[in-house]
């Protein structure tokens, strides 16, 4: 098992341009979640998803589009990039059934806006 | 407001001695806490978990954690802590009744000297 997995590890953006992070888990979870880490600030949800074909909007949504069209990918638009959206995302899944099961996460992707 | 207080941004001990990352939580009903370790470049790992029952939990890595409802806190401990053991560590809480969401704190950085 890879476990969860994400694409690119680092990417350097301009202002203005666009990207998709992708997220995928082999594990055959149901929900699966977008964070984003700055110093200081612990993890922040931008946005998840309780299943295939749902998404839902997390703590710091502004500026990120999402979806879910398979169960075991879960990808993180970034429309028009913005310098505070400079960070270092991860992501991350959990098996469904209740509020005991911990969350598996990503390796991260790096991401500067210029 | 449900939140996560880690009081100490970095937490400095001598190999050999004891460690406690210290954590603090504000929510309504039944909390559900974890631990999660970070270390460099790395995505998060879990630690451990307190739902239900003893009070004391013990996790990965020879870690433990005491959870006092009335003070609120889940503290992170580690009777002998090794070099190995520095790293950034998070607490976490899920409100009863989230959709297995998490609220994270903004990090300790533990770091063990020789």
């Known amino acids: 098992n890879a476990g969860v997995t994400q694409t690119p590890k680092f990417r350097v953006l301009k202002t203005g341009q666009s990207m998709t992070l992708l997220c995928a888990q082999d594990m055959n979870h149901e929900y699966m979640y977008w964070y984003r880490q700055d110093p200081g600030m612990g993890l922040r949800l931008i946005h998840y998803s309780v299943g295939e074909g749902t998404t839902a909007k997390g703590e710091v949504p502004d500026g990120y589009n999402v979806s879910r069209l398979k169960k075991q990918n879960f990808l993180l638009g970034l429309e028009s990039a913005a310098p505070s959206q400079t960070s270092v995302y991860f992501c991350a899944s959990t098996q469904t059934g209740g509020v005991y099961n911990e969350q598996f996460f990503g390796p991260g992707t790096r991401l500067t806006v210029l | 407001a449900q939140s996560v207080a880690q009081p100490e941004d970095q937490v400095n001990v001598a190999e050999g001695n004891p460690l406690t990352v210290k954590c603090t939580y504000s929510v309504s009903g039944n909390p559900y806490l974890f631990w999660y370790v970070q270390y460099p470049n790395r995505g998060l790992q879990f630690l451990l978990k307190?739902?239900?029952?003893?009070?004391l939990v013990k996790g990965s890595y020879g870690f433990e954690a005491e959870f006092n409802k009335s003070q609120t806190s889940f503290h992170l401990k580690k009777p002998s802590a090794l070099v190995s053991d520095s790293a950034l560590y998070f607490c976490?809480?899920?409100?009863?009744?989230?959709?297995?969401?998490?609220?994270f704190g903004t990090g300790t950085l533990l770091a063990v000297q020789p």
């Open positions: 976490a809480v899920r409100p009863d009744g989230a959709t297995n969401k998490l609220i």
């Open positions: 307190y739902i239900t029952g003893d009070n």
